[in-house]
């Protein structure tokens, strides 16, 4: 499952050039008629990016950015040479960035998908496969398939599928020069975007927990335990890059 980029304007346009624009296969752009559906997706699935009209809904728009800081949002208006004011008011509230209706439609998609939360997250967790002794092909394409599937509960299996091979095989592989086995760098990857999305002052932890179709604010709990030797409190001052530290300091086996 991908992640989602809302996008919000109350104009068909707009909305359709950042879909047209972005990379097929980075996220999948949705289409929101209403900032309520956005905030939908928000406490649904894991999101990207958010774009937003500000001008459609000021107020509630201005606001999301404090509420969840690491989700990039970007501003797409009709913007004006004497909205100088409202373009303050935009940085101010921690907006990402800002598009003009009508002359950056054509990068628009292009543009927002360089600068996405999973673009952070994969930057903060860019050391990983140095660290965890990952040099082969095969186990750095089960690391790039395991980043893939962060928001969805995963097994050995499931990457394996992916990959054209056999369970045991790619255990065995990816286990090899002395690297964490696979389900223990699954759970890493788990965890570092959970660390991420606690960044956010808007999720509480049984948010978290939903998003990434974990089955209990406790399995949260045990998973942070294993790989960071945190609760999910601390996760939420820890971040990927941090949650990565305390993995590789004697937390890369795991006992089964």
């Avoid at 950015?65 to 101010?92: E, K, N, Q, W």
């Avoid at 939360?117 to 395991?146: F, G, I, K, N, Y």
Wanted: charged share 20%; glycine share 8%; hydrophobic share 50%.
């Amino acid at each position: 499952m991908t992640a989602v980029v809302p996008v919000f304007h109350p104009r068909a346009e707009p909305r359709r050039a950042v879909k047209r624009g972005y990379p097929r296969g980075a996220a999948s752009v949705r289409l929101c008629r209403t900032l309520a559906a956005v905030e939908r997706l928000l406490y649904q699935r894991l999101v990207d990016a958010v774009v937003l009209d500000v001008k459609a809904a000021p107020v509630a728009a201005l606001a999301l950015p404090g509420r969840f800081p690491r989700i990039p949002m970007f501003v797409l208006s009709a913007l004006r040479p004497d909205d100088g004011a409202l373009l303050a008011t935009c940085h101010a509230s921690g907006f990402a960035g800002l598009l003009v209706e009508g002359v950056d439609n054509a990068v628009a998609g292009e543009w927002i998908a360089a600068r996405t939360a999973q673009v952070a997250r994969r930057a903060a967790l860019a050391d990983a496969p140095r660290l965890l002794r990952l040099t082969d092909r095969l186990q750095l394409a089960a690391w790039e398939e395991v980043l893939r599937r962060v928001a969805v509960p995963t097994q050995t299996r499931h990457v394996a599928a992916a990959l054209r091979v056999t369970r045991e095989h790619l255990s065995r592989e990816f286990a090899a020069g002395g690297a964490p086995n696979l389900k223990r760098v699954i759970d890493l990857a788990r965890a570092a975007c959970a660390a991420d999305l606690l960044g956010n002052p808007g999720y509480t932890v049984r948010a978290v927990v939903k998003i990434l179709g974990l089955a209990s604010p406790s399995h949260l709990a045990g998973l942070a335990r294993r790989v960071a030797g945190a609760t999910p409190q601390e996760l939420r001052t820890v971040g990927p890059g941090g949650v990565l530290q305390r993995f590789i300091r004697g937390r890369t086996r795991s006992r089964t």
